[in-house]
């Protein structure tokens, strides 16, 4: 009797709850301790452990890449073919192809000085179009600026296109941008900026407007991987996963940031990597899989939406063009790189033939596609190309809603100056209205 | 009228008042932009407990956690956040906890908010944006809690940039910034969050931006300044008038982009001379904008050059604050020397 009492005690003194003491209880008292058995610092979901152990960050192989053809465009696991229609994959096909004719027009004309500057797609154009075949045209999308495929799926005419890179009276963006600068309220994707990574947290807020909204539509947010060193790129990623916001992050990781090739740029598991540490639905896919990055897109659309979560996708591609007209990459990498993914893994070769083997296509469609597509791009390339300028004086406006009054005083005195000196000034390149 | 029409006729036009200090006038000015439009939502470090400074306590409850709510410890995360949830049609009022912290946000107000219309050709905007965060001196803040730095966004166009004096401008002000078209920075003097007490309408009311406000009518000299440092003037102006005889126009600018730039020179234009106090650093302070566009503007109309009575250009100091800060006495020494020029 004595020494169980003594010893319940002791047991006492700590237990502040414990009212009556016998034997029975001290099984009852060490229960009531089992929360002893996890810690219970606040957010915690951690187990204890007794062994000096560090997690080595290379232990494992990185999150798998999802595929559902192998790089000759065969299907591997029948179960993944998103079973699209002909018509959806021809249009898919020709929207990849035409993107391609286009970037290499627009290229060419910036080599000849017609336009000041350009950025090609060269190797992502199924990261383009396979994401932007799995949302609604209503989703809004917030773009880094190699991202033209997903305007032209949703339907950006090539004059429209080419309107903007001119900067001419029709551009959309009234010519205060460089090209490839690309916007449309019809087509819900938000004016490029060039900035990197801004449009990311940007995109979490758009979500949760959304969401309050209750509109059934989410936002879909395009980065590269060298973006996803911004700091914006942390901001969003933990933002989006606390604030339960329906916004799908679509890594365009194309293993170079202009020279800087990813293992520059990060030492982790990618970015696929850092998703689970935000607290977000992660998936890693070969990017040069339409069908991936489609059946990806759906999926992470989906849960966005149904679970009012997050959700990142690692889309693994190549860029195959160099980062813009002002760079020469054979400077940091090689020409037989390059020709590697050119010529064994390019979306648009293994749509064609997943194309080929469903009897879909063929060599005189391909001829006949070819020549169309070439024929319009350089038809709306000369529209673009003749027509004017927007008037100068747009300088002055949009910086506000309404122009205050210290803005319409440069303007007026500007307007002076130019009707003295006119014949120093390109105004005949300029709408007068 | 006698002193009770006149009173009655306020009554009439103003409606019912309660004494409000700075923080509980913002408070019911959120209240009230809160109620009024469904789409607004608060957000910021702390805001839905009440805030640090107490500007938000009571709006989650009243208003539901969905539209008061805390975010992560990230300023550019918060404007850039603020910028997107503007552009999909929420109007987005955000906290930044105090202005010495908004830095890591300038890149997402600066490059995108302002820029927003602007590079989109009017297709895109991020009208419906307020940032609001507490500013200037506090008695003890040092170099992190003490800044005011309107004048690094006055630099930037597509902005506006409001600092109300007190509880009853701070009400109406907020609220035209919330309802203004264009993304908004409004930042409130910390030491006047329950230093200044005024006597609030209830109702919801609105005061416009860019309009200069002339607190005291003078002729010999036009003083100008914002936010705490109006109050700081109107003690000069007595001082002025006391011991030199001298009759003070005191001009609270209110804004600070777009700027009221035709009150000042209307003033000028009579008075002859003009000192301007801040306490932001002299050079590149908001001072030197008003100094070279009023000196263009009124140049032949000056009797002394344009003085400026601000803070030192050093960061702002702990223990030296007393010495620091653009006081009544430098700027009586200023109004002396500009009236004896």
Known sequence: MLPIRLACYGLRSVAANCKRINIGALSQITRKFSS???????????????????????????????????????????????????????????????????????????????????????????THIGSAAALDPKDLIFGQYREAGTLMWRGFTLDQFMNQCYGNMEDGGKGKQMPVHYGSKDLNFVTISSPLGTQMPQAVGAAYSYKRAQNGLCVMCYFGEGTSSEGDAHAALNFSATLDCPVIFFCRN?????????????????????????????????????FAVYNATAKARQVALNEMRPVLIEAMTYRIGHHSTSDDSTAYRSVDEVRYWDERDHPISRLRNYMLSKGWWGDVQEKEWKENCKRQVMTAFARAEKKLKPNWKEIFTDVYHEMPSHITEQLKQMEEHVQKYAEHYPLKNFSKD | MTAAEKKEMLRAVIGETQRMNLFQAINNSLDLALSSDPTAIIFGEDVAFGGVFRCTVGLQEKHGKSRVFNTPLCEQGIAGFGIGAATAGATAIAEIQFADYILPAFDQICNEAAKYRYRSGGLYDCGSLTIRAPCSAVGHGALYHSQSPEAFFAHCPGLKVVVPRGPIKAKGLLLSCIRDKNPCLFFEPKILYRSAVEQVPVKEYTMPLSKADILVEGDDITLVGWGTQVHVLREVCQLAKDQLNVSCELIDLVTILPWDKETIAQSVKKTGRLLIAHEAPLTSGFGAEIAASIQHDCFLNLEAPIERVTGFDTPFPHMFEPFYMPDKWRCFEAVKKLVNY
């Open chain 1, 254 to 290: 194309n293993g170079y940031a202009i020279s800087t090739p990813s293992k520059e740029q990060y030492r982790g598991d990618g970015i696929a990597g850092r998703g689970p540490a935000y607290g977000m639905l992660t998936i890693r896919v070969d990017g040069n899989d339409v």
């Open chain 1, 36 to 126: 002893d058995e996890r810690p219970q610092f606040p957010g915690s979901r951690s187990q204890w452990t007794e062994k000096l152990e560090f997690i080595r960050p290379d232990l494992y192989d990185g999150i798998p890449v999802y595929r559902v053809m192998d790089r000759k465009g065969k299907v591997i696991d029948p179960s993944q073919d998103p079973q699209l229609s002909q018509e959806m994959v021809i249009k898919m096909y020709k929207c990849m192809t035409q993107l391609n004719t286009m970037d290499r027009i627009l290229y060419e004309s910036q080599r000849q000085g017609r336009i000041s500057f350009y950025m090609t797609n060269y190797g992502e154009e199924g």
